[in-house]
T-cell receptor
Framework: DAKTTQPPSMDCAEGRAANLPCNHS???????VYWYRQIHSQGPQYIIH???NNETNEMASLIITEDRKSSTLILPHATLRDTAVYYC??????????FGQGTRLTINP | GAVVSQHPSRVICKSGTSVKIECRSL??????MFWYRQFPKQSLMLMAT?????????EQGVEKDKFLINHASLTLSTLTVTSAHPEDSSFYIC????????????FGQGTRLTVV
């Protein structure tokens, strides 16, 4: 079963920052937070992951709260191509990736 | 990121026939591969996990005799849907991982299977 809770949908204006929240209150000490996204009819695309420190890469930033019970994925300047379903997944070690329902993010012009 | 190639991207087959889907990791060695199925407007559902050289581990409710998985090398896993029926029509997606603790899994582009 998925260990995360995400809002089912969000809207964001093009050019603005999109902030996608995720709750993972039962996360264990050795579990990482992973974010993937899936554009319609494609395989999921890896975005970013982290353990407890904030992370940033060319796609996004990941902010993890100090107690690690929640996190936020930030797309700094959303474009229309960022419209997708975003999945927040908690995984430790060799565990499999279990997908929840994700957040359907729509970027509006 | 690493590249995982899945083939074919689309396939139509007749009811009762078998279909093989290939998943290749092109630039890394995948000790573990995962197979998912996704129905319209639903999330990905994990079907099975395969480790190179050993039998696949199937999730509850997935028929291992119907969905045959082979992971004979560190770069190739195959999923064979045997005696396909219309209800097997779905989007099948593979992912591959090195097995290291702090590394991400990469996904293929998916295979749209339609059984007629």
């Amino acid at each position: 079963d998925a260990k995360t809770t995400q809002p089912p949908s969000m809207d964001c204006a093009e050019g603005r920052a999109a902030n996608l929240p995720c709750n993972h209150s039962t996360i264990s000490g050795n579990e990482y937070v992973y974010w993937y996204r899936q554009i319609h009819s494609q395989g999921p695309q890896y975005i970013i992951h982290g353990l407890k420190n904030n992370e940033t890469n060319e796609m996004a930033s990941l902010i993890i709260t100090e107690d690690r019970k929640s996190s936020t994925l930030i797309l700094p300047h959303a474009t229309l191509r960022d419209t997708a379903v975003y999945y927040c997944i908690v995984k430790g070690g060799a565990q499999k990736l279990v997908f929840g329902q994700g957040t359907r993010l729509t970027i509006n012009p | 990121g690493a590249v995982v190639s899945q083939h074919p991207s689309r396939v139509i087959c007749k009811s009762g026939t078998s279909v093989k889907i290939e998943c290749r990791s092109l630039d890394f060695q995948a000790t573990t591969m995962f197979w998912y199925r996704q129905f319209p407007k639903q999330s990905l559902m994990l079907m099975a996990t395969s480790n190179e050289g050993s039998k696949a581990t199937y999730e509850q409710g997935v028929e291992k005799d119907k969905f045959l998985i082979n992971h004979a090398s560190l770069t190739l896993s195959t999923l064979t849907v045997t005696s396909a029926h219309p209800e097997d029509s779905s989007f099948y997606i593979c992912s591959a991982a090195t097995g290291a603790v702090d590394t991400e899994a990469f996904f293929g582009q998916g295979t749209r299977l339609t059984v007629v």
